[in-house]
């Protein structure tokens, strides 16, 4: 009797391959959404920058407030609701962080002026930020993400 010899793929290797093909699908998936999570974060730190740069320009541009501490402020202070120029440019700021960060909040703490130095002020902002994971966080976890801004007026 002669043995017939056999074409085509048995339902075991297609099985297979349909199995490796999806481990291959899921990681790509699971690369296409920490490309988006890094893109929004990129995003994220980009406005918060933006806007530290914002109220900088806003501090030099009335040096004379910034010197008296009129622009200082922390994250659990109150919003000033003065009419002065820096009462209202401290409010427009605290307003555009809730505006363009999640759940974002800023903190301006200026050093005492002294003649002849440099009058430095720190400025802080955070928000909340999705995590990607890792080995301490598992993915979809919230944390405060910080920037911080240093400079001399």
């Not at 990681?27 to 918060?48: D, E, I, W, Y």
């Not at 209202?88 to 002294?114: H, K, M, S």
Request: proline share 2%.
């Amino acid at each position: 009797m002669m043995r017939r010899q056999q074409t085509g793929f048995t339902l075991l290797e297609v099985m297979v391959a349909v199995f490796v093909l999806a481990i291959g699908l899921l990681g790509m998936a699971h690369l296409q959404v920490t490309t988006l999570k890094a893109n929004s974060t990129a995003g994220l730190k980009t406005q918060a920058n933006i806007l530290a740069g914002s109220i900088l320009e806003r501090m030099k541009a009335n040096t004379t407030a910034a010197y008296a501490k009129n622009y200082d402020i922390l994250f659990n202070g109150a919003t000033p609701a003065g009419n002065s120029v820096s009462d209202t440019d401290v409010r427009e700021w605290r307003a555009a962080l809730a505006a363009y960060l999640p759940a974002g909040e800023g903190q301006i703490v200026c050093g005492n002026f002294l003649v002849n130095q440099p009058f430095i002020c720190t400025i802080t902002v955070r928000w909340s930020d999705i995590q990607i994971g890792d080995e301490n966080t598992n993915y979809g976890d919230y944390a405060t993400s910080t920037m911080v801004l240093e400079s001399a007026i």
